[in-house]
């Protein structure tokens, strides 16, 4: 996408001027008042044992949005114990990322596997190389 080239904003649709987001105008100033409101919401302490889905009724900001919000870290949860959202693997309420720590784990192993696979081709390499080490003993013999 170039600077200037009309496109479709990601979160409404509508034709928009591209300007270095994904996002129209409009769209941008209400995710800046939605993220206004879940400050001014979460500064008072009564509020602070509030859910995601509690917060997001009393706002009127989308669960998705104060997601995102705490994500990208500009909503600090270090002081709300109750704020969570969904693990995308699983369902699970997790506090950071995108995965809980067993699907993380579970990727981890994934990982893990592949690497090992590779490590099995390297050892078939090495007993071919064993083989040639042999032959070149018997060609010394
Ligand atoms: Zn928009
Ligand atoms: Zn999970």
């Not at 969570?84 to 579970?106: A, K, Y």
């Not at 596997?113 to 078939?124: I, L, P």
Request: charged share 35%; net charge negative; glycine share 4%.
């Amino acid at each position: 996408m170039s600077l200037n080239e009309l496109c479709n904003c990601s979160r409404c649709g509508e034709l928009f001027v591209y300007r270095y987001k994904d996002v129209c105008p409009r769209c941008l100033k209400k995710v800046e008042e939605d993220f206004e409101v879940c400050v001014r919401y979460l500064r008072n302490k009564e509020n602070r044992q509030a859910t995601i889905n509690e917060m997001s009724e009393k706002t009127g900001v989308s669960v998705d949005q104060i997601t995102e919000f705490i994500r990208e870290k500009r909503l600090l949860i270090d002081q709300i114990p109750n704020l969570s959202f969904p693990c995308e693997g699983c369902g699970t309420m997790i506090r950071s990322g995108r995965l809980c720590e067993s699907c993380t784990s579970d990727w981890k192993k994934e990982l893990e596997e592949m690497e090992t696979s590779e490590h099995d081709q390297e050892s078939e390499k090495e007993k071919r190389a064993g083989g040639f080490y042999i032959n070149q003993t018997k060609y010394k013999v």
